[in-house]
């Protein structure tokens, strides 16, 4: 067998040795050109670092095992992969032939051009016009883009112990909700609008956590072809307070604010371009259309999201 290690910030070869206990095994650091180069991919990193390589990733098609390793490690966990030794433990599970591979969704996010206008020199320019961008976890548009640009700014070790939850709090008094439209395919061709308010927050989730255990889509699932979409309205900033608590536990979804529904296809637009985040990195702005591509990654699960989706087992569309 032949693996590659792909080694995000702070990692180095150290934490790549408990992996390398057989000497049969091929190993090279970095991501491999050609996918006949490397069996699996091992990913040490959070969710940026996955970001950061996804369009890789699934351009080689082979078998990723994340190693959580970063400041916010939500995909590793809705993977079952809460810890290091988890990742050692599918690891084993994998190359001794059990069978721990399953095919994931991976969002697609695409700028789009406004009207053909282009911005004031003072404003910045949606250099990605055009391009698609993979995200693993979850899309977001409003305050969490804010929250996680001024996370983003923290020590990378705050970053990783509440350092979203942190930087969240001040922020919320200093956010107004901004006017925003989210619109869904038609029958006809065309786009209808499901949602058209002053928004302080839209996600587009894969996954069920973002932020660091912020479970802002406790409905999703990564393998049923669509997103889940939470938005939050016009919030007053205290009760906004209030209910950031609750979205720990996915009891937001029962106040009248927030509207949440599940789609395949999206468009949004707002008033003036406002930055889009995926996967806690920066990715674009305003407008943008957002789309899922089922089964197009192939990851390594832990013991629990296998034994669940194990043949003969019931399904549970990897939603830990």
């Given at each position: ?235 007053d900033p205290f009760k906004l307070v209030c209910m950031f608590p609750t979205i720990y536990f996915g009891r937001h979804l029962s106040i009248r604010e927030v509207e949440y529904f599940r789609a395949t296809r999206l468009r949004v637009e707002t008033e003036t371009p406002l930055d889009v985040y995926a996967d806690g990195e920066y990715v674009c702005q305003t ?34």
């Open positions: 067998m032949r693996a590659a290690a792909i080694l995000g910030l702070g990692c180095s070869a150290k934490n790549l040795k408990p992996f390398q206990t057989d000497e049969t095994i091929e190993w090279r650091i970095g991501m491999p050109a050609a996918a006949d180069q490397a069996d699996i991919v091992l990913l040490f990193g959070g969710d940026g670092t996955i970001h950061r390589h996804l369009g890789r990733l699934v351009k080689l098609g082979l078998p990723v095992l994340v190693v959580p390793a970063g400041s916010g490690n939500d995909f590793a966990r809705a993977l079952g992969l809460r810890r290091g030794r988890d990742s050692l433990a599918a690891w084993q599970c994998f190359w001794s032939g059990q069978g721990n591979v399953r095919a994931i969704d991976l969002g697609v996010i695409t700028p789009l051009d406004d009207a053909g206008e282009a911005p004031a020199p003072h404003e910045p320019r949606n250099l990605a016009l055009g391009t698609r961008h993979y995200f693993c976890s979850v899309s977001g548009v409003g305050l969490d883009g804010e929250v996680a640009r001024r996370a983003n700014q923290l020590p990378r070790w705050l970053r990783g112990h509440g350092g979203y939850a942190l930087t969240l709090a001040p922020t919320i008094f200093r956010f107004a909700p901004l006017p925003m439209k989210i619109f869904t395919p038609d029958k006809a061709g065309g786009w209808e609008t499901c949602s058209d308010q002053p928004t302080i927050l839209a996600a587009f989730a894969n996954t069920s956590t973002y932020g660091g255990g912020m479970k802002i889509a406790p409905h999703a699932q990564m393998d049923d072809g669509q997103l889940d979409v939470c938005v939050i309205g016009g919030v407008p943008v259309e957002i789309t899922v591509e089922q089964a197009t990654l192939q990851v390594i699960v832990g013991a629990e999201s296998h034994k669940l989706d194990s043949p003969g087992g019931p399904s549970h569309g990897l939603k830990l």
